[in-house]
């Protein structure tokens, strides 16, 4: 919360990004929690957006688009629900620059998405800690997606190069 206060932005944009499992939601709720009671942020998890096991790029594009572009320019942004059921899209969602906004999740922190936001975060862990979390996390139902989900954000840090990007960088 310091590195938030210190921006002196009344409602700042907050990006979150680093490899599953090395706690991008802990640290966006305990964000989220510790944040001021009169400007409540609200908080867009990229799992809820993603189009499916095969969507990190997309998801990463899908914020600087439609959500954190238009937010800046306008002042109202969305983003639109994956229903992983489904497998289709859902409900969209606005977003207004009323109010602070974090952002987390795997393809959060972008080329195309960093020069929107006021705070860009990386988290990282030991890639074996990292690993039993996140399949501890999801009870089995991210077991057969490990690699290729790994292979994704491999390509995304190697083409968006997130850790450059960040202003603030946590291993935890």
């Known amino acids: 919360m310091e590195a938030v206060g210190a921006l002196g932005v009344r409602n700042p944009i ?16 305990a964000l989220a929690s510790a944040w001021p ?6 908080l867009v998890r990229l799992d809820d957006l993603y189009p499916g096991w095969g969507g990190l790029a997309a998801g990463s594009h899908l914020v600087a688009t439609e959500l954190l572009g238009p937010l800046r320019a306008t002042g109202a942004g969305r983003w639109r629900s994956w229903n992983w059921a489904a497998e289709h899209p859902a409900d969209w969602h606005e977003v ?3 109010r602070p906004l974090i952002v987390e999740g795997c393809g959060a922190l972008s080329q195309a998405s ?47 190069h997130p850790l450059a990007l960040a202003d603030l960088v946590l291993r935890v």
């Open 114 to 160: 960093a020069r929107h936001a006021d705070l860009r975060i990386w988290l990282t862990a030991d890639d074996a800690v990292r690993k039993r979390r996140a399949l501890a996390r999801d009870r089995g139902a991210f077991d057969a997606h490990w690699d290729m989900w790994d292979a994704q954000f491999a390509e995304f840090v190697r083409t968006q």
């Open 14 to 29: 907050v990006l979150i990004d680093g490899p599953s499992g090395a706690g991008k939601s802990t640290l966006a709720d």
């Open 96 to 98: 207004g620059a009323d």
């Open 37 to 42: 009671a009169d400007a409540s942020p609200q």
